[in-house]
DNA sequence: CTGGGGAAGGGGCCC
DNA sequence: TGGGCCCCTTCCCCA
């Protein structure tokens, strides 16, 4: 069932809203001319406007590539598909609108423009003048066409190259650079969207790339909304994407995050490449976090989504461990996209269980059904009662419960799901974590998820063989300072762990205690 | 072959 | 956010 005019009516209502000023949420200027308009609109119209308004309210145009006749036209076209003449003549107009079109990133409207101009026997291209509408000269013999290509050139230097080219051929002087400041970001996005390997799914690629080439586009705007790095890089993400792919990328955005589902798996079910799957699990990433940093916690229709059970992994040996560390057994995929979990699948031969805690039993066929049913779930639910059930509890660390050293009196805040009590709030809330179904942290190469942003980290470092703490005795390397100093006993000879049963000496805490064991076992 | 010890990897959790 | 310490586990060597 669908209704006809579905779509013509709802830009219908939002035309009559923009006449209105209703709902506006950005104003765009022209050279002395004000539009309002809506960012929705925009972003959904042009990858440039996308990565203008999500920073700011207010967007100045540069006025050598559109003015407000033709933005007017424009804008009129974005929000009715209708391109409505104007007085002036009409190659002179289509020229302009060429150019702004261009410029601005609307290819439709664009290639419009370009089929008129050639249907009118008229390359745009090369032409000097006809630009028209108050043009300045230097705009006026800039060829469209070079604009694109500037745009497309594969780094800044291309860019500078291809500009000086032009330059060399006497075709454009030195005052023609008509590359603005908005331009030259622009130019950068697409550029970086277009060949991969700038891009990547790191923050530190992002942003050592745009710090490169002294540009940050986050700097637009100070009042970017989530501040962490990942959301940055998603933020450079999705405008670097390459206007022929505007509504791939556009999944990977912060700010379309609602796409994921539907850009997504193009482009990432059919790639291989980990830095995709990155992407999409960042976007998981940032969404779950700052979900949480909304109080998400406090909704009931929290979606929760967990690991049948830490010991789970546990029990399957360390087979299991060593042959698919990437993704174990009752992996927590959390709301990844489809794409993702089709590519996890596929790479780990694994089936993807959405197991729900309370029924991990029966598990679900498939995220959306576990969705419904976690839907159904109140905050209680979110909650697993101290049941000794809790994977990686056990009672050895139960032995560690705070509660048995410190009086409740210096650790006023009680979890109120076990008996733990703590010094200060934030470790409070730090522990409740592990009650919860979630794990906020994945990984972003394996999908596995930790309860600690930390933990998550530190596991990300074993992926990419980061260890920073080099013996300087042999050479070896660690993940962890703590590993450090306990393999630094190796060469010291020292044995600081004594069994008090037979007086054996370790260098290691965990081998006495597995020592110990042995005493105590009844073997 | 088996069991114990040494050394190391990785996750959970508290501070 | 990272350090530190807890845990389980694995791998290797050797008796």
Redo the contacts with the bound molecule.
């Keep these: 069932m669908e209704l006809p005019n579905h779509a013509k009516q709802l830009l219908l209502q939002l035309n009559q809203q923009r006449a209105k000023g209703f709902l506006c949420d950005v104003i765009i200027v022209v050279e002395n001319a004000l539009f309002r308009a809506h960012k929705n609109i925009l972003a959904a119209s042009s990858m440039y406007f996308k990565s203008l308004v999500l920073h700011d309210n207010l967007i100045n145009l540069d006025t050598d590539m559109v003015n407000p006749t033709v933005f007017r036209q424009i804008l009129d076209f974005i929000y009715t598909g209708k391109l409505l003449t104007t007085d002036q003549p009409g190659e002179q107009n289509f020229n302009a609108l060429l150019t702004a079109a261009s410029y601005l990133q609307l290819h439709d409207l664009a290639a419009l423009c370009r089929k008129k101009l050639k249907r009118n026997g008229k390359s745009f291209a090369g032409k000097a003048g006809g630009l028209g509408v108050g043009r300045s000269a230097r705009s006026q013999r800039l060829s469209t066409a070079s604009v694109i290509q500037a745009r497309y050139s594969g780094s800044n230097e291309g860019l500078k190259g291809s500009h000086s080219k032009e330059l060399s051929k006497g075709k454009l002087s030195d005052d023609e650079v008509f590359i603005s400041s908005s331009n030259q970001e622009n130019c950068h996005s697409l550029s970086r969207g277009a060949s991969k390997n700038g891009g990547g799914g790191s923050s530190a690629n992002g942003s050592t790339g745009d710090q490169e080439l002294g540009l940050d586009l986050s700097k637009k705007s100070p009042s970017l909304p989530v501040a962490?790095s990942h959301d940055d890089t998603q933020h450079s993400e999705s405008q670097h994407g390459s206007p022929q792919s505007a509504s791939a990328p556009a999944a990977n955005s912060a700010s379309s995050f609602d796409e994921s589902g539907v850009g997504a798996p193009h482009s990432m079910a059919d790639s291989s490449d980990p830095m995709e799957m990155d992407l999409s699990e960042e976007c998981h990433h940032s969404l779950t976090e700052s979900s949480q940093r909304k109080g998400l916690r406090h909704s009931s229709r929290k979606k929760e989504w967990i690991k049948k059970d830490?010991a789970f992994d546990?029990?399957e040996?360390?087979?299991d461990?060593?042959e698919g560390?990437g993704l174990p057994n009752g992996i927590l995929l959390g709301p990844l996209s489809k794409s993702v979990e089709r590519s996890l699948a596929g790479a780990y031969g694994a089936d993807l269980p959405y197991p729900c805690k309370e029924e991990v039993e029966n598990g679900f066929p498939s995220s959306e059904q576990l969705n419904a049913h976690v839907e159904t779930h109140t905050e209680e639910d979110l909650y697993i009662k101290e049941e000794g059930t809790?994977?990686?509890?056990?009672e050895?660390?139960d032995?560690?419960n705070?509660n048995q050293s410190?009086g409740t009196e210096s650790?006023p805040f009680k979890c109120s799901v076990c008996e733990?009590s703590?010094?200060d709030p934030?470790?409070l809330r730090?522990?409740e974590?592990?009650h919860w179904l979630t794990?906020p942290f994945p990984?972003n190469i394996c999908g596995?998820m930790?309860?600690?942003?930390?933990?998550m980290?530190?596991?990300m470092?074993?992926h990419l063989g980061l260890?920073p703490f080099a013996c300087e005795e042999?050479g070896?390397?660690?993940?962890?300072?703590?590993?450090l100093?306990?393999?630094m006993?190796?060469h010291s000879g020292e044995?600081p762990y004594e069994c008090q049963l037979?007086g054996?000496?370790?260098?290691?805490?965990?081998?006495l205690?597995?020592?110990l064991r042995?005493h105590t076992s009844p073997?």
Excluded: W
């Design positions: 962490a830490n546990r029990k040996g360390g087979k461990r060593d560390e809790y994977g990686g509890k056990d050895a660390e032995l560690s705070p410190y650790r733990k703590y010094k934030a470790t730090q522990h974590k592990t794990r990984c596995k930790f309860t600690q942003r930390g933990t980290t530190r596991h470092r074993s260890k042999c070896m390397r660690f993940t962890r300072q703590y590993r100093t306990e393999h006993r190796v044995k037979c054996g000496k370790f260098t290691q805490q965990r081998n205690i597995s020592h042995m073997t």
